[in-house]
């Protein structure tokens, strides 16, 4: 009996799975109706951001609405950082206080001499073109503020604001 090996027999037991099966109609169940639907989130990053840009409206004398939410949702489609927008805005028309309320461009497009039919469009539609115009795809947040304003003081400026960010 020292060589020949001994069978083990695996014993089963059936309590154990029965007990299961009685016990789970008794467990609570999820099913997606009981779960509610998701805000739209936003991502922490996104949050953060913003709170940063409004601390730095309040904080240079932005005149309000300060059109955050406008501002990040024109920028997150353009594929431009939102800083940009609001750093122009800046520049151009100290945080939108200076300029022609007739033509709601406080981003100073075409030389300030562009129209648009809210402060809102004006946001989406310079963001667009900052993003994908015909005049700054495919280049660097320094070649746009170039072709935006050829002078070199002015890049200058805008950069040094999107660096407080």
Request: proline letters at 9%.
């Amino acid at each position: 009996m020292f060589g020949a090996k001994r069978k083990r027999t695996r014993t089963r037991r059936p309590g154990l799975f029965v007990g299961v099966l009685l016990l789970a109609p008794g467990l609570p169940v999820c099913t997606i109706a009981d779960v509610p639907p998701r805000a739209v989130a936003k991502p922490l990053a996104s949050v953060r951001h913003e709170e940063k840009l409004i601390a730095f409206m309040r904080r240079k004398g932005f005149a309000q609405p300060y059109n955050v939410p406008e501002i990040m949702q024109a920028a997150s489609h353009a594929s431009i950082p939102p800083s940009l927008i609001v750093c122009i805005e800046y520049v151009e028309s100290s945080g939108g206080k200076y300029y022609d309320a007739g033509t709601n461009n406080p981003l100073g497009w075409k030389n300030g001499k562009a129209s648009f039919p809210s402060v809102r469009e004006a946001i989406r539609q310079v963001s667009a073109e900052l993003g994908s115009g015909r005049y700054y795809a495919g280049k660097t947040v320094e070649e746009k503020l170039r072709v935006y304003n050829p002078r070199p003081p002015y890049s200058v400026k805008v950069l040094d604001c999107m660096s407080q960010f």
